[in-house]
């Protein structure tokens, strides 16, 4: 498909609309002035049966002789006649055409003779009864209509070519900011994110120029997080990389069998830990391109939760800590595998911070404000100054603390996406609460 461009389009409607509007009036200038030209053509035939009206019959015949009706295939010429009462041609022009006696004849009438059409005025004398017939053949009024037209279509040809260019011309200057804006736009480097200017914009263009404003905020922004996202994994991931590659080391160049084998389980440590984070990293850069929830569907917070609590019965067995769900239902609109997803990250986070003979609770509560799913820890909770930092990107709550600092991370984008909010409170151990808003 071939796109026009702007320009083209508006001279195409404007044209659209200005010719055939200058083309109607045209047509009505024509017909105004046909009427005229048969207002006047007429006239002319009743002044000049007045005047021979006047005259008795010898001066009528001198008349008839004249020049003027003598020669009747001049512009100028007229045919008169006068019939007696009962029809009887009394006098006519010679060699001039007849013109047929009607005793009830129309003043005004078109007739054709020989072929020809005619106008013809008919007069009858009150005394006497004779009639009086002035004729006058319609070529010469064709003539001067056909001069007319021509007259007509030249000057409204060469309005329409002048419109052209005019409307070419005018459309250039009025389509000279967007010009301007486009040339902004080219000239920039690939770097530069600055807002356009919209100081010379068109109110009808400033829309545009807004959304485009908007979309170099969230590339800005989105640029932004990449880099700091970028430096912040090659920083955590070098601590993983470089307590493997030590304990590596270690286990090559260390001879006691015991001391080689505890290196190399530290070293399967690291290797786990820089899986995990690497896992988590991926996870939060493909959950960061996210505009909208895929896959949305209803999904039960309760069965979600319970499938996830058998996920994690064997390690919490091990573990000593029991695991318990609280709650009858709760339906949430959203993806089913970024919901599971978030209950594994706080379920691990919570099981990893509780004792041996400590309790982790998941519940699910459903009211007229939404959802609340929270999940309730034993361990030792936190001060309230790191509570409100809980769920920022690579921060642990004390060193003392493992992980990377990325699951809770993960958590909130995954609430944010569904519209919800990710709070947590330290009270007998830490609880972290999702809320969701209802369904409709």
């Known amino acids: 498909m071939i796109t026009r ?59 008839m002789d004249a020049p003027g009706f003598q020669h009747f295939d001049d512009d100028d010429a ?29 003043r005004k009438q078109t007739i054709e003779i020989d072929r020809e059409n005619w106008r013809v005025f008919r007069v009858q004398e009150p005394v006497s009864g004779r009639w009086l017939g002035v004729a006058r053949p319609l070529h010469e009024r064709d003539t001067l209509v056909a001069n007319l037209a021509a007259g007509l279509v030249l000057p409204w040809l060469m309005s329409l070519l002048l419109s052209v260019g ?27 994110l600055a807002p356009v200017s919209v100081d010379a914009t068109p109110l009808e263009a400033s829309a545009l120029v807004s959304e485009i404003n908007l979309l170099l905020t969230r590339v800005k922004g989105a640029l932004e997080n990449e ?22 080391e270690v286990a090559a160049a260390e001879s006691d069998a015991e001391v080689r084998k505890h290196a190399l389980q530290q ?45 994690f019965a064997a390690r919490a067995m091990a573990a000593g800590v029991d695991i318990a769900l609280e709650g ?11 919901l599971r997803l978030a209950l594994r990250n706080l379920i691990d986070n919570a099981l990893t911070h509780t004792p041996a003979g400590g309790c982790v609770t998941v519940s699910v509560m459903q009211d007229a404000a939404g959802v609340c799913l929270t999940v309730q ?48 409170h330290s009270q007998s151990g830490l609880s972290a609460q999702l809320r969701f808003p209802p369904q409709l």
């Open 227 to 248: 880099r700091r996202f970028t430096a912040d994994a090659a920083h955590e991931l070098r601590t993983p990389l470089a307590a493997i590659r030590a304990q590596v």
């Open 267 to 311: 070293a399967e440590k690291g290797v786990a830990r820089a899986t995990r984070l690497t896992e988590q990293l991926l996870t939060l850069a493909r959950l960061d391109h996210l505009d909208a929830v895929p896959d949305t569907g209803l999904c039960d917070l309760v069965i979600l939760a319970r499938e996830e609590l058998m996920e």
């Open 166 to 192: 005019l409307i070419w011309w005018a459309v250039g200057r009025g389509l000279a900011p967007l010009t301007e804006l486009s040339q902004q736009i080219a000239g920039r480097r690939p770097d530069d």
């Open 328 to 338: 009858e239902g709760g339906r949430v609109r959203g993806s089913a595998e970024l």
């Open 377 to 424: 820890d034993s361990g030792e909770g936190l001060p309230a100054v790191e509570l409100g930092r809980l769920g920022e990107r690579f921060f642990r709550a004390g060193s003392r603390r493992p992980g990377s600092g990325l699951g809770l991370s993960i958590v909130r984008r995954i609430v944010v996406l569904h519209g919800g909010s990710l709070g947590f």
């Open 78 to 106: 007229f045919v008169a006649q006068l019939w007696s009462a009962d029809g009887t041609v009394l006098m006519r022009n010679e060699f001039a055409p007849q013109i047929p006696f009607n005793p009830h004849p129309p």
């Open 5 to 63: 461009s702007l320009r083209y389009r508006l001279i195409v409607l404007l044209l659209g609309v200005l010719a055939p509007t200058s083309l109607l009036l045209a047509l009505v200038a024509y017909q105004r002035s046909v009427r005229e030209v048969d207002t006047l053509f007429d006239h002319q035939l009743e002044q000049v049966a007045a005047t021979l009206f006047l005259l008795d019959l010898s001066q009528l015949q001198i008349a």
